[in-house]
Structure formats: C-alpha cells, structure tokens
C-alpha cells in the first residue's frame, strides 16, 4: 500500500506543481467569477422562466455546484487525461512496470490523482464562491451548510466518475488523443440532454444537477401558479436581466434515494477500474517489428569503393522558405491515423453542400476542432522530440522556422474551409469570406501562441475545447469564425487579436531564444 499511496503524492505534486495546471487555476478563478452574476451584470447563469434566486447562501452554494460540476466535468477530463501518457514519456512506466504493484492498484492511483486535481479546482471554486456572498451579499446570514452540501453531493461524484472516464480512455485509447477529445465531447453531450423529471432519472444523472433544476422550477410553477412546463436555462445568458424577477430558494433536502444513488457512482466507477484492468498494457508499448524481407540489398563493399568523392554533387545551400512550409505541412497532414482523414473528408463534402448559415455556424468549428492534435504541438514538437537545441540555432530559426510552422498551419485550416470560402465568394459575401480566413489565421496563432507560452499542448486543447463548445451553444463573444451576426467592427476586432497573439508568438520566442 505504501507504492500505492506514494505514485498517488507523486503524480498529484508532479501534476499540480506544472505551469500548466497554473494556467488551468488561474482559468477556473476567471471562470469561477462569473458562476454567480453581479448585481448590475448583463448575463445570467441559470434563470427560469425570467426569474432568478436572491443572493443568500442556497443560492451562492447550489449555483455554484452545479456550475463547477458542469464545468469542470467538461475540462477537467483534458487536465488529467494524460497520467499514463506523462509516464511512458518520462520513462517512469518501465519502473511501475517492474514494480511490484497490480494494474488495479495502479490504475486507481492515476484514478485518485486524478480525482484529486480535479478537487482541488473544486476547492477553488468553492472558495471563489464563498467570496462572492460576501461581495454581493443583500443582507442574508452566511451558512456554510448551503455551500457544502451540494458540493459534496453534486459536483464530487461527478468529477471522481471523470476521473475514472480519463482512465478508461487512457488504457484503450492512449495514443488516439484526438479520438479520445472527440468522443468525450460527443459522451459529454449525451449526458447534459435533460431527462424526464422522476426519482430513477435523478439517479442516473452523473452530474447530479437535475434534481436541482426541478426543485427551483416547482418554485417558480409555484408563484406563478401553474404546472405547465417553463422556460428553464443553464449557462451564460446574454441580456434580459433587466426584467429579471426574483424568488426564494432555500435550498433542498436530498432524499436517501439521491444520496445512495451518488455513493454509487463511486462504486461504479471502482468497479470499472476493476473490470479494465486486465486490459492495460503495462507499458509494454514496444512496436512489433516486420520480419519482411527488403528488395533491395545492401551494395556490397566493392560497389562502395568505387564511388568517387569528387564526382558527386556539391551540396548547394538554400536558404528559401518555401521548402520548409512545405515539410511542415507534410508533418501536420501526415500526423495521425490516416483513417482521420475521412472525417476531414467528410466535412469538406458537408460544408459544400449543407445550406450556407448551417455549414458556417455548426460544420465549420466541428471541423477546426478536429485539428486540435495537429495544431496543439505546432510550435512545441521540437521540445517534445528534444530537438530544439538543433532548430533553435538553425539560420533564422524565427523569422524562417516559426513562420513557416504558422504558415503551414494556416494553410490546413483555410484548406479543409476551401469549400465553404468557394462558395462565400461566388456568393459575394466578402465580409464573411474576410472573417473565415482570419479565423483560420486566428486559430493557428492562438495554437502557437498558447504553446510558446505553456511549453505544451495541454493549454491550448483546454482553451480551444472551451471556445468551440461555447461558441457552438451561440456565445457571441466565442463566435471567432462568423456565424453569428455581429457589429461592423467585428473584423477589425478580429484582425486585432490574431495581430496581437501573432506578435506575441515572435517576441515570446525571441526571448525564449535570448535565454538559451
């Protein structure tokens, strides 16, 4: 047991001590701010039909939960879906492989790091939240009860069953990254539908909102005294909170239905750990090599000799930029399975024939997204093979390497949208055609910037994940690419940021090449 607990402690320090994870706290803080709106804010969080809750502390604690449970349910499996992974690079695998510790027990090592990380974003969020009563309090008693009562109920079970989720895709889906950030955003979706409202659903909700949700749309059917189903919202709505009402919510008392039903989820998920376990590698990643005979033999040492030195050609030195676009745009094609590409495929062939506002606002992102494993190493592939040293003291390693990195990625982007710019153009709708490509240009840069930046792929997965999933549930302020109708200073806004983020690539690298 005592391997047990220190692989837990080690991986959590490892995890929680990286600029990465800083980045993600400092993230969930910003994010946490605005689970619960100010007084004077233009959005709402949860609102139902018109009204919201008074700011007491049921409604500070409930909120928040279920907030953080959605939230970090969504980008926490993209903070710790890389424990087996960090192993296997860092070599530390080939130890725990030898190490006399079970696949169970190691599996549920990374399982209580995870859950642990996730946690302690919790806690922040839990933290945040208790400050914001007191900033926006409107004269009600503070309780801690209302605050952790949910969180416990609500937002714990959900994160440890992400926990184990990151797992299990680990163990079956370790080198298919992009595969796995598909699929749980696809699994995710799933489980946010909201099911009928009755004691089983409750129970089989994992993020454990819904009983919630119910309980203050009885209130509000209450006060305005009907049963027919109401308007009901969760997440960040624009605008409208002028006429917002209030009411009352004092928080609920779990049944001991609900609450069984959520230890069960940690049951569940210590049976799934159990159940995978016999399927993990165990780091035994090792290539199985062909045994196929070569056609072409090795030139024997006589036809060597006779090759004479003076009579080859002289090696020419060139210093043009186009052959390095080139080769960094066979690595980004070339990256991953080539089956992948049917899904590229098939969304070129949707964004040509799908009606134009449809392939715009919904094809197009869903695309992009798809190109989160290509880009999110754009600018960070040399550290991770270990050859930076080489290219960074290459002949202008900025102004040559870096740009034809972001001038690949552009290129990949603008072409999986060509079909979707061919028609924008027959169409002379230049307005539109000027947002994609500088949405194409604006993804690219923010991939490189986000990886100069972190000296990993992780931060700009997260982010990016973030964005498309906001800008896909119609977030104005997410909408990078155009497909919602914005102001007529909306290009130039969008010019600024990629001009911006494309100055920071070239200064932050810079000053990363001054220091070596």
Not at 397 to 426: E, H
Not at 509 to 514: E, G, Q
């Amino acid at each position: 047991m005592q391997l047990f607990f220190t692989i837990i402690k080690s991986d959590y320090l490892q995890r929680t001590r990286s600029y990465p994870f800083l980045v993600t706290l400092c993230l969930t803080l910003a994010i946490a701010y605005t689970f619960v709106p100010a007084p004077n804010a233009s959005y709402s969080t949860i609102r139902i039909a018109g009204y919201v809750g008074y700011y007491n502390a049921a409604w500070f604690g409930y909120v928040t939960a279920i907030m953080s449970s959605v939230f970090l349910s969504l980008v926490g499996f993209y903070l710790v879906n890389n424990g087996i992974k960090t192993a296997i690079q860092t070599k530390v695998g080939h130890i725990v492989a030898a190490a006399p510790i079970s696949n169970f027990r190691y599996l549920a090592s990374k399982m209580v790091s995870n859950f642990l990380v996730l946690s302690t974003l919790l806690l922040t969020v839990l933290t945040m939240s208790i400050l914001l009563f007191f900033l926006y309090n409107e004269g009600y008693t503070f309780e801690l009860i209302h605050f952790l009562k949910p969180y416990a109920f609500i937002a714990l079970p959900a994160l440890f069953f992400v926990s184990v989720l990151a797992v299990v895709f680990e163990v079956f889906l370790g080198k298919y990254s992009i595969l796995q950030n598909c699929m749980y955003f696809f699994l995710f979706a799933s489980l946010l539908v909201s099911p009928p409202k009755n004691e089983m659903q409750f129970a089989l909700d994992v993020f454990g909102s819904k009983i919630v949700m119910h309980e203050m749309e009885e209130t509000v059917q209450t006060i305005l005294q009907t049963e027919e189903n109401i308007d009901m919202s969760i997440g960040y709505v624009i605008g409208n909170t002028e006429n917002n009402q209030k009411f009352h919510f004092d928080g609920i008392e779990f049944s001991t239905y609900f609450i069984v039903s959520r230890l069960l989820w940690f049951l569940l998920g210590i049976g799934i750990i159990i159940a995978i376990a016999p399927f993990f590698h165990r780091f035994d990643t090792k290539e199985k090599l062909s045994l196929k005979k070569h056609v072409n033999k090795v030139k024997s040492q006589k036809q060597l000799k006779d090759i004479v030195l003076s009579k080859l050609p002289k090696t020419v030195v060139n210093y043009a930029i186009l052959p390095l676009i080139r080769t960094e745009l066979l690595l980004l094609v070339r990256k991953g399975r080539k089956w992948l590409w049917l899904f590229n495929g098939v969304g070129m062939v949707l964004l040509g024939v799908l009606p134009l506002q449809m392939a715009h606002q919904f094809v197009l992102p869903i695309l992009w997204f798809l190109q989160v494993g290509r880009l999110s190493d754009l600018t960070t592939k040399e550290t991770d093979n270990n050859v930076h040293y080489f290219s960074f003291t290459a002949y202008k390693p900025i102004r040559r390497a870096l740009f034809s990195q972001l001038m690949a990625g552009v290129l990949l982007m603008l072409f999986l949208a060509s079909p979707l710019l061919i028609r924008l153009a027959v169409g002379l709708h230049f307005d539109s055609l000027a947002i994609v490509v500088l949405a194409g240009l604006f993804i690219v840069v923010f991939a490189g910037f986000a990886g100069i930046v972190s000296k990993g792929k992780k931060l700009f997965e997260l982010l990016f994940f973030m964005l498309t999933y906001a800008s896909l549930n119609g977030l104005s302020f997410a909408d990078y690419y155009g497909g919602l109708a914005h102001g007529p200073f909306y290009l130039q806004l969008l010019f600024g940021v990629v001009l911006i983020l494309g100055s920071g690539c070239f200064i932050i690298r810079r000053y990363h090449l001054k220091m070596i």
